[in-house]
Each structure stands twice: as structure tokens, then as C-alpha cells.
């Protein structure tokens, strides 16, 4: 079955980024033993492995853009999929569909599938988890198969109601670094490979910089697309530059990435959420060490498949008492309540209050709990005063040797050939068949409870200012 497979793609664009490159090098997977066609409302600005058909009604709402009838996308998309196949296609594989980017695109899918298309919606990004403004009021498509790119998102999705045989896991596959002949020339610079969004959490960056033992640079690749991002991005660019900090911008923008990452002394990552979680892996494939913050929930999986992430640390405590209790809580009060509102969803005052008493145990609370306003008070003190920066150790031990693992070597080594071993194209190739063949036999009768996919995303014992809230200069 799996030479004669026929695959549609949809995605609202191909621009460079994370879920294009998915796209990408599923279609180059499976090329090789099948067929391939790329429904897009924005086309490729490079080489793209595959036909495209460019449907303008498939692409994001935007200012001055008409809004097409739903009806009339569906009937452009059935059009291209029947001029390349008589026959149609086996699946119409649709990537990141709950994301309220084009406010049709659920009503077009539901007309996709009363003329019996067979839908296979992959999951990168949920409106649920931090993304208030992409949020669909409307129902999810029920009645299709499911896809995720990680056991957590798999395991929500099941609790929210979808069934083990319409729900599949398909983790991204890793491309290895390839040395390059030439020599690079080390720097004395630490790398966060990162594109600056908030969640990234480019202030913790910025303070664990403050404790680099050899007056190593900290540098950041490349700055973010939307709005409320580039604002917070500024607003760190000003403030390092008020302070006099030793952090670089935009290095990716003028400088070739390979060489970034290979004259580097070591990468870093301060995320606060993830899909993937590329930032876990990529590294080891440049024989380079990976320090920073460890999600969990995200790096579960790797580390089922051996890779060792223990070095990482989960939590950077300060003390409350350096921003206030009494403004922090007010605060982190009015963004759930306001999420609230956004939602359509209740929660007790009671609850919010909990889990902030929880946040705060022991009068400490996780940098990455705070939002930038916040996060400068921290950072400031800590270039104020000598003790502060003491105490902060004293929170925090590792703070005290950034970047040092004590088995360098074996510890890259395991978890290159990890990387390598579980993440490549050909058990990447083999799943993604195996998974388009349970698509296509298996009819499945599911659907999707949106109050419970909510709860477990606005979970009030992991809730984060910088994550949730609107950002404030």
C-alpha cells in the first residue's frame, strides 16, 4: 500500500519555519515510494519537494483580505486533488488545523469531509497552550484521525476524548549537523539557537549570562515575526544595552548558522514551553553540550530513548520578596481571570489563589514564572548587589558553574548517537507509513472536548505571567 500512497499537504503557508520544515521532509519522504501534491495559501519563496498548488483561501486572515466562502476553498482544493489524481487522494494531510489563523479553516475542513476526504490533522501548535487569540470557538473536526509530535500532547488529546486507534504520535525527525572542511575559529560566546518569540524566555538567558565563568558573550540567533514578540525582543535589546551587558542580537542574521554553533563554547536553552523541543536534540549532532532548562513534560521522550538531559535543571528559584507579593499576586489574578474571559471558561478565585500560594512555596517562585517587568527587577539587582547574586546561588546551585558537566565527552557521545539512532529519516519515513495505513483502513467515530483540552493546558499549578499575559513594557 505504501508505494501507491497519494498524499495532499495542506498548511496555510510555506514560509521558512518549524511546521514548513515538517512538511518538507515528510514530502521528501515519501516521494520516494509514493505520490505528493502541497495545497498552500502562501507558496514556497525556495525549492519545494513536491507539486503546489497555491489556493489563497487556504492562508491567513489578514488586514484588507478578502475572506473567502468556505465552500468555494473546499471545491479549489478538491479541484487540485482530482487534476492530479482521478482518483483523488488517499489522505489530506492538514498541518497545525486548530489555530485560528484563518477563521474558515475548520468550517472548510468539515466541508472537505462531508465529500469524503479522508482528514489526517496534525497538531504542532494548540491555541489552548498560550495562544489565546488563535483560539476557535467552534468544535474541532470529529470523526478523523489525530496526530501529535509528543506523548504529552498525545496523552491531553486522549483525555479530551479521542480514542487510542484515531490518535498517533509521529515525532519530528532531527538533521544532523554535517562538519564542514574548513576549520571555524572559536569564540568565546555562548549560543542560544532560538528565534527570540516570549516563551523562549530570553531574560533567564540574560541573567544566567551574568554567571558565565569566562566573561563569555551570550548570543541570540535571530528575533521574532509577530508583534507582541518583536515588542518584548526590543524591550530586552534596550535593556542590554542600558545596562551595558555583554549579550549579542540577530547573530544568525549575518553570520552562517553551522558556524555559529560550531565556534561556540556551549548552546543553551531557558525555554518555558515547547512542541518539540528541536533544542533538546540538535545540539548533541554538532558534538556540542546542551545546558540550561529542562521541560519535563517535553523531555520525557527523549529521554525514553536514552538521552541523558539529568544535567539540565528544572526550576530557578528567586526570592519574592524582590518584586512584592501583594503586585506579583494582583497581577497573576487578572491574566487568569482575563484568559478567563477570552476563553469562554470558569475557574474559582479560590483555585487561582491556591495554585499561587503553590507558585510561591517557601516565599521563592520560578523565574520563568515571570513575566519581563518582572524578570528586570531580578536582573538589575543581580548588577546591583554583590549578596543578591550570592543568595541567587544559594538558590540555585548550578548557577555557580554554567555550562560544566563533568563527563563532557561521554555524555555527547551517548546522546549524538541517541539522536541519531532514533530520530533519522528512515524510522521516521517507516512510522509516518504506518501511520497513513491505520488512516486509511481504520474509520473512527471521536471527538474532541474542548473544556477538558483547555483544563489541561491552563493548568493553574504550572501557570506562567510570561506565557499568559500581555505583554508590558
Same mark, same amino acid.
Request: aromatic fraction near 12%; include cysteine; charge should be positive.
Given at each position: ?221 535571530? =528575533? ?58 540538535? =545540539? ?112 540555585? =546551585? ?7 558537566? =563533568? ?67
Amino acid at each position: 500500500m505504501a508505494k501507491q500512497m497519494k498524499i495532499a499537504f495542506i498548511h496555510y503557508h510555506l514560509k521558512t519555519g518549524g511546521v514548513t520544515s515538517v512538511v518538507k521532509q515528510q514530502a521528501e519522504a515519501i516521494r520516494k515510494t509514493g505520490e505528493v501534491l502541497v495545497l498552500t495559501g502562501e507558496p514556497a519563496a525556495f525549492d519545494f519537494p513536491a507539486d503546489i498548488v497555491h489556493i489563497p483561501g487556504l492562508g491567513y486572515d489578514l488586514p484588507h483580505k478578502n475572506i473567502s466562502d468556505p465552500e468555494n476553498v473546499a471545491e479549489s482544493v478538491c479541484k487540485a486533488i482530482f487534476s492530479k489524481w482521478k482518483d483523488g487522494c488517499d489522505i489530506l494531510h492538514v498541518h497545525n488545523p486548530t489555530l485560528a489563523k484563518n477563521k474558515n479553516f475548520l468550517k472548510i475542513l468539515k466541508v472537505l469531509q462531508k465529500k469524503k476526504i479522508k482528514l489526517f490533522l496534525q497538531i504542532h501548535d494548540f491555541a489552548e497552550d498560550g495562544r489565546p487569540l488563535s483560539y476557535f470557538s467552534d468544535e474541532y473536526p470529529s470523526d478523523c484521525h489525530y496526530g501529535t509530535i509528543n506523548s504529552r500532547d498525545y496523552n491531553i488529546l486522549l483525555s479530551a476524548g479521542l480514542k487510542p486507534q484515531g490518535v498517533h504520535q509521529i515525532p519530528n525527525t532531527v538533521t544532523p549537523f554535517h562538519f564542514k572542511h574548513k576549520s571555524v575559529a572559536p569564540e568565546n560566546c555562548v549560543l542560544y539557537p532560538v528565534r527570540a518569540i516570549r516563551r523562549k524566555n530570553i531574560g533567564e538567558a540574560i541573567l544566567l549570562s551574568l554567571f558565565f565563568k569566562n566573561r563569555e558573550s551570550l548570543a541570540i540567533t535571530l =528575533p521574532p515575526n509577530s508583534p507582541i514578540d518583536i515588542k518584548s525582543y526590543t524591550g530586552w535589546k534596550e535593556f542590554v544595552k542600558e545596562k551595558k551587558l555583554d549579550v549579542k542580537f540577530d547573530v544568525g542574521l549575518k553570520n552562517d548558522f553551522t558556524d555559529l554553533v560550531m565556534s561556540s563554547k556551549f548552546l543553551i536553552t531557558t525555554s518555558i514551553t515547547e512542541g518539540f523541543g528541536f533544542s533538546f536534540l540538535e =545540539p548533541w549532532t554538532a558534538k556540542k553540550i546542551l545546558w540550561g532548562r529542562k521541560l519535563g513534560n517535553i523531555c520525557h521522550d527523549f529521554e525514553k530513548n536514552g538521552i541523558e538531559l539529568n544535567h539540565l535543571y528544572t526550576k530557578l528559584l528567586v526570592p519574592i520578596e524582590w518584586i512584592g507579593i501583594e503586585k506579583l499576586y494582583k497581577i497573576w489574578n487578572l491574566c487568569i481571570l482575563k484568559l478567563c474571559t477570552l476563553f469562554d471558561y470558569s475557574i474559582n478565585e479560590e483555585k487561582i489563589a491556591k495554585s499561587f500560594a503553590i507558585a510561591a512555596k517557601n516565599d521563592n517562585i520560578d523565574f520563568g514564572l515571570l513575566d519581563e517587568r518582572f524578570q528586570k527587577q531580578i536582573i538589575f539587582r543581580m548588577l546591583s548587589n554583590k549578596k543578591d547574586k550570592e543568595r541567587l546561588i544559594s538558590l540555585n =546551585p548550578y548557577l555557580s558553574y554554567p555550562g560544566y558537566v =563533568p563527563n563532557k565527552n561521554e555524555l555527547i557521545q551517548n546522546n549524538m548517537s541517541a539522536v541519531l539512532n532514533n530520530y533519522n529519516t528512515t524510522i521516521y519515513r517507516k512510522k509516518l507509513f504506518r501511520i497513513y495505513s491505520k488512516v486509511v483502513k481504520d474509520s473512527v467515530r471521536q471527538s474532541i472536548n474542548k473544556n477538558i483540552l483547555l483544563s489541561k493546558f491552563l493548568n493553574l499549578e504550572q501557570f506562567s505571567l510570561l506565557k499568559w499575559s500581555d505583554y508590558v513594557e
